[in-house]
T-cell receptor, first 113, second 112 residues
Framework: GENVEQHPSTLSVQEGDSAVIKCTYSDSASNYFPWYKQELGKGPQLIIDIRSNVGEKKDQRIAVTLNKTAKHFSLHITETQPEDSAVYFC????????????FGGGTRLMVKP | EADIYQTPRYLVIGTGKKITLECSQTMGHDKMYWYQQDPGMELHLIHYSYGVNSTEKGDLSSESTVSRIRTEHFPLTLESARPSHTSQYLCASYRDLSDTQYFGPGTRLTVL
């Protein structure tokens, strides 16, 4: 089955700096890659996703890149703010949608003011 | 934004008690899921359902059981709670072929 690895497990940045979280997946048939943000006391919320027919996608300060050959994808957050502090999860699925997701282990991002 | 609800949000109970965690969604989604989230953050799929009267076990073995009698409702039951069941339980539902899973706020369960 699919295996998704996520790094780093914790990340501390200064406000205004950029943050990058990386994930690798094992199943070359995976074609859908969402990213979730989980704030304290809440459930994970979808923040951005990408499908395998696209190499990069941006939404304001966040972007995701996908390298199918290397089987890895990354989340980029620019101009970080304290409210970006949360746990971020990557995930992968093989049916081009979020029917059955395999999650990475999570990254705890701390943005220091 | 998805409308998916979980109750209770927090529950502290004693060993041996029977409990039911409620999950409901108002969007008519066919597919629903239960995840267990350990203190190390990882999400583990414990149950899922593709529709009414359909339930399957997930990747992580769990002593809990689920039922799906109505599309909007997917409760999880522990017949006899133990301290090892202490965890965060997250419910999710899935919209359609071009979309992803949407999560509820979670239930934090503590078994003493």
């Amino acid at each position: 089955g699919e295996n998704v690895e996520q790094h780093p497990s914790t990340l501390s940045v200064q406000e205004g700096d950029s943050a990058v979280i990386k994930c690798t997946y094992s199943d070359s048939a995976s074609n859908y890659f969402p990213w979730y943000k989980q704030e304290l006391g809440k459930g994970p919320q979808l923040i951005i996703d990408i499908r395998s027919n696209v190499g990069e996608k941006k939404d304001q300060r966040i972007a995701v890149t996908l390298n199918k050959t290397a089987k890895h994808f990354s989340l980029h957050i620019t101009e970080t703010q304290p409210e970006d502090s949360a746990v971020y999860f990557c995930a992968a699925s093989t049916n081009n949608a979020g029917n059955m997701l395999t999650f990475g282990g999570g990254t705890r991002l701390m943005v220091k003011p | 934004e998805a409308d998916i609800y979980q109750t209770p949000r927090y529950l502290v109970i004693g060993t041996g008690k029977k409990i039911t965690l409620e999950c409901s969604q108002t969007m008519g989604h066919d597919k629903m899921y239960w995840y267990q989230q350990d203190p190390g953050m990882e999400l583990h799929l414990i149950h899922y359902s593709y529709g009414v009267n359909s339930t399957e076990k997930g990747d992580l073995s769990s002593e809990s059981t689920v039922s799906r009698i109505r599309t909007e409702h997917f409760p999880l039951t522990l017949e006899s709670a133990r301290p090892s069941h202490t965890s965060q339980y997250l419910c999710a539902s899935y919209r359609d072929l071009s979309d992803t899973q949407y999560f509820g706020p979670g239930t934090r369960l503590t078994v003493l």
